[in-house]
C-alpha cells in the first residue's frame, strides 16, 4: 500500500501564477518531509523539506505547509516560472537511518 | 564539484547475464543509497550504507547486492538478470540521514534494460 501519495499526475499552471502541488501520506511516523524537482534525463534534485515539528517552511518562491492531523503537505510556487517545468516528487522519511519513501510525482506544465 | 556520478549511463542485458552498477561520491557523505524508478512510479529503495563496509536492506532488495568497500563507492550487482529488472536505477548520498539541511543528492541514473 502506497505510504505516500500524489493524487494528480499532472498540473497546469500559467505563467506567473501560483502552482500548488499536494501530498497525502498514511504512516504516522513519517517525521521529515521532502519535495524534489526532476528533469527528463536528470537526477532529483533537492527543493525544499519540512519537519514535523513545523507547520510551514519557506525558501524563496517556494513554500511548504504541512497539516499533521489531515497528514498532507503542498507545495506552493509563486510566481511560476518557465523553468519550474518538471516532475515534482514527494518523499518522507521516519527516525530511522534508511531512505526516503516517495509519491509517483505530479509533472507541473508552466504555461506561457 | 561532479556530486554523485553513475557509471554506466545506459546499458542492455540479456535475461541472465550479469552486471555491475557504480556509484561514486565526491562529497565525503557517510550514507549512500540505491532506489529504482519504474515508469509512471516513485522512487524505492533497494539497498544502503550508513558507512563504509556497511549494507542493509531496503523495500525492494530482491535479486540485487551491494558492496561500500570504499566510503566514496556503493556498488549495485545484479547477479542474473531478469525483466522485471528493467528500471532506471539512481544512486544517492547524504551526510547524515538526509533530512533537513542535509538531504540526499542523486546522480543522473543508470537506464538499464533486461531482454
Known amino acids: 500500500d502506497q505510504q505516500v501519495k500524489q493524487n494528480s499526475p499532472s498540473l497546469s499552471v500559467q505563467e506567473g501564477r501560483i502552482s500548488i502541488l499536494n501530498c497525502d501520506y498514511t504512516?504516522?511516523?513519517?517525521?521529515?518531509f521532502l519535495w524534489y524537482k526532476k528533469y527528463p534525463a536528470e537526477g532529483p534534485t533537492f527543493l525544499i523539506s519540512?519537519?514535523?515539528?513545523?507547520d510551514k517552511n519557506e525558501d524563496g518562491r517556494f513554500t511548504v505547509f504541512l497539516n499533521k492531523s489531515a497528514k498532507h503537505l503542498s507545495l506552493h510556487i509563486v510566481p511560476s516560472q518557465p523553468g519550474d517545468s518538471a516532475v515534482y516528487f514527494c518523499a518522507a522519511k521516519g527516525g530511522g537511518a534508511d531512505g526516503l519513501t516517495f509519491g509517483k510525482g505530479t509533472h507541473l506544465i508552466i504555461q506561457p | 564539484n561532479a556530486g554523485v556520478t553513475q557509471t554506466p549511463k545506459f546499458r542492455v542485458l540479456k535475461t541472465g547475464q550479469s552486471m555491475t552498477l557504480l556509484c561514486a561520491q565526491d562529497m565525503n557523505h557517510e550514507y549512500m543509497y540505491w532506489y529504482r524508478q519504474d515508469p509512471g512510479m516513485g522512487l524505492r529503495l533497494i539497498h544502503y550504507?550508513?558507512?563504509?563496509?556497511?549494507?542493509a536492506k531496503g523495500e525492494v532488495p530482491d535479486g540485487y547486492n551491494v558492496s561500500r568497500l570504499k566510503k566514496q563507492n556503493f556498488l549495485l550487482g545484479l547477479e542474473s538478470a531478469a525483466p522485471s529488472q528493467t528500471s532506471v536505477y539512481f544512486c544517492?548520498?547524504?551526510?547524515?540521514?538526509?533530512?533537513?539541511?542535509?538531504?540526499?543528492?542523486f546522480g543522473d541514473g543508470t537506464r538499464l534494460s533486461i531482454l
Open positions: 550504507s550508513v558507512g563504509e563496509g556497511t549494507t
Open positions: 504512516n504516522s511516523m513519517f517525521d521529515y
Open positions: 519540512i519537519s514535523s515539528i513545523k
Open positions: 544517492a548520498s547524504s551526510r547524515s540521514t538526509g533530512t533537513g539541511n542535509q538531504p540526499q543528492h
